[in-house]
């Protein structure tokens, strides 16, 4: 028997062997091909660095595209020649035999007679998958890139909905090396015969491969095993506002991120206006960042923290939730618009405006007094303009006033000779010391960061805030504001704040010298050319302030106020939001769908639902299932997609809580190869830091509004009680907690977490 098995095994592992040199071969084809692409391009910089020299206007233009576009080819190539080649589908014939611009047969349905009645079939075509799409010399087409329509079939084929494929292969290779073939039949009753020999199927899939895989402190992308639920968003079309929901580990992170990349590659024309991904946390940006990398290379994709929208700001502290509900809140907006004009009252830099204003015209005395100063204030108000662009308004109708005043009007009858003495009095009085100082404390140019001080004052901000917020409230608001550092909700409210003083007028940049000016050789282009385009790109992100696309991840989490700021940036853009209620860490949801809905605007929606976990195994979320029934009642799970066979484990700390979590900690660090987080309440972060201090740099503390859209091999999730307690959206914060892991999970419980004999908490029993 045993003899036996081992003749089974010989031969697996020699057809698997023959399937890697085929796969091997094929590759060594397509690494020719790109040398030779490398070569004319590096071909093309050395020829436009030499056309250089001529110097003619248009030359100069003609190079400057050129080596451009060459410096993108080039770094292409290298970031990606890594495993770039991961795919490949075998198919029958099609229905119409035509053959799209990439070469391949565009039809999806398989011809009448593809699959004959005795279930066999001939391969009439094999497709090779990559992340850029390579051409042969005679524009057949070597692989082909994975947001390209021919690519398609790859994830949207099921065994239930096959269309023409039969066999879906993944790629596993590093550099230029085959290591690896993963197949699923998607028709396995039937035999196909490729060049007349049967086509076989090897591994066990690439999803379960995929997914096995240890986790590091980046998310890697999941080109090769994207499922077609996931295909369905990342390739509907940009028309309007795809709103994508799904519980923890349905991917939608992930979906989104590779719609980016999808709709760049789709009409990078029209997406040269911007795609901005709004990401909760910076930790999550760090996290998502380098998923990939094409993403990054023309500027065109922003990937921001809420906390960093505002250009100067960089904020990452957070409110205690009380307060972050207070700033986050669509009442907040009644009270920043009192503000900015309280704030006007306050005065400049010189302090506040004298009660009357006093100046001399043509050698007498003009005077306003302090009703008609407010008066005045209150029509300039009456200007829908911002603030501080209303200054020019109110420098108008104080001289209006000193003007009536002065009897001048009635003077002479002839318009002209009127109008002549009405500008000569209103030079004489403008440029007057007095006048310009009193312009500058009764109008004064306010920044956001002023008005947001200026709210610091408690009784101050008790006026500002009368019947808007109570006076607990104002205090907690007030004392928060007098802190030095940002904090995340701070961000929304200087952009609304913004928004309604008005944008200062940007300096005007000189054009800077271009230093391919004085390049004449390819050494010297190379690396320059590197800094400028980077610089370039930069550039281009900072001084975008609209985007073609908006995409904003864990949509749940955005306050209104963030809301608003978000949908400033996308007025025109098409949008993709995704996210999962069940985690929503912001107490009234009602409000925050209020917002959404404002944001959004009447564009049409697409709606899309992910229903397929893929982090956690079944053992993991059946435990945080329990969590989700209490938060949101009748609300379904997403179903996991695999099981390990280890449950989690229930340890009640004693008296030395530190060194509990320190123990499980490291027992985790022991059984997985990749990284451990251990997620506190926001306020133990710090503390929980020090447990972990020499455990080295697999171990991870972290917050739990931090822990968003993370995950790591293993997580310790300490005191669901103390989490839970935290905010009035507790429950949901410790599910977001509890669905963290890939692979295994320890709940440290204290005291307040009442236990069960077995270290189950209260809030984790059924
Ligand atoms: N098709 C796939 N193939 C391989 N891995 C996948 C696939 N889809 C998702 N994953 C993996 O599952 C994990 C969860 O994905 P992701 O973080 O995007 O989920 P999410 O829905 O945003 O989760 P959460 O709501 O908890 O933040 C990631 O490691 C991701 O790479």
Known sequence: MAAQDAAVDSTADSVRDREIAVEQTHLDQVYRRLEEKIDEAEFLMNDAAKRGQVGTPGALAERDAQVYRAGIHLNRLNNEFEDF????????????????????????????????????????????????GVLDADYSPLVIDWRAPAAAPFYRSTPKDPGRVVRRRVIRSKGRKV????????????????????????????????????????????????????????????????????????GKTAVALHRAAYLLYQ?????????????????????????????????????????????????????????????????????????????????????????????????????????????????????????????????????????????????????????????????DISTEDVFMDFLAAWWPELTPRGVLTAMADERRLGRWSRRVLTPRETRM???????????????????????????????????????????????????????????????????????AHVIVDEAQDLTPMQWRMVGRRGRHATWTVVGDPAQSSWP???????????????????????????????EIAELA??????AMPGMEPPSAVRSTGLTPRFVTAGEDLAAAVRAETADLLAQVDGTVGVVVAMDRRAEAAGWLADLG????????????????????????????????AGLRVLYVALTRATQQLTVVSTELDAPTADGVPALLTE
Do not use: C
């Open 588 to 618: 009234d949801p009602q409000e925050a769908a209020e917002a959404r809905d404002e944001a959004l605007g009447t564009r049409p929606r697409r709606r899309f639902t992910l229903t397929v976990n893929y982090r956690n195994p079944a």
């Open 477 to 547: 608001l007030a004392r928060s504001l007098r802190r030095e550092e940002l904090s995340v909700h701070d961000v929304a409210l200087l952009d609304e704040l913004q928004g309604l003083l008005g944008a200062p007028a940007r300096p005007k940049k000189k054009r800077e010298l271009d230093p391919l000016d004085q390049l004449t050789g390819l050494e010297e282009l190379m690396p320059r050319r590197e800094e400028t385009q980077r610089e370039r790109a930069e550039r281009l992100a900072a001084e975008r302030t609209e985007y």
């Open 267 to 427: 009409d990078r024309r029209r997406y040269a206006g911007g795609i901005l991904i709004v990401s909760p946390t910076p930790l999550l940006v760090a996290y998502t960042e380098g998923v990939l990398p094409s993403l990054g290379e023309e500027g065109q994709v922003a990937i921001r923290a809420l906390g960093s929208l505002v250009d100067g700001a960089e904020a990452t502290t957070y409110d205690e939730p009380a307060v972050a509900r207070i700033k986050g809140s669509a009442r907040m907006l009644k009270v920043l618009r009192k503000a900015v004009r309280g704030a006007l009252e306050l005065g400049g830099p010189a302090g506040p405006a004298p009660e009357r204003l006093r100046v001399v015209a043509f050698g007498r005395r003009q005077e306003l007094e302090a009703e008609e100063l407010e008066r005045i204030r209150q029509a300039v108000l009456g200007g829908t303009a911002p603030i501080n662009l209303l200054r020019p308004r109110a420098r108008k109708l104080l001289l209006d006033a000193l003007w009536a005043k002065s009897g001048g009007a009635n003077r002479h009858t002839d318009p002209e000779l009127a109008a002549e003495l009405r500008s000569a009095f209103d030079e």
């Open 179 to 250: 290591l690896g073939v993963e197949d699923d039949l998607m028709r396995p009753e039937v035999t196909a015969f490729l060049d007349g020999r049967e086509l076989p199927a090897i591994g066990d899939g690439a999803l379960m491969a995929a997914l096995g895989r240890a986790r590091t402190h980046t998310m890697r992308d999941i080109v090769s095993s994207i499922q077609a639920e996931q295909d369905l968003v990342i390739r509907a079309p940009a028309a309007s506002v795809a709103e994508v929901s799904g519980g923890p580990g349905t």
């Open 85 to 132: 080649l991961f795919g490949r589908i075998d198919l029958v014939l099609g229905k119409d035999g035509e053959r799209g611009p990439d070469g391949a047969y565009t039809s999806v349905e398989p011809a009448d007679d593809a699959i004959r009645e005795d279930l066999t079939a001939d391969i009439a075509e094999t497709l090779h998958i990559g992340r850029i």
């Open 697 to 728: 740099e697999r171990a991870v503390a972290l917050g739990s509004l931090e822990a968003k859209g993370l995950e790591y091999d293993a997580t310790v999730v300490v005191s669901p009680a103390e989490i839970e307690a935290e905010s009035p």
């Open 625 to 630: 299932a329990k969590v989700l029934r209490r």
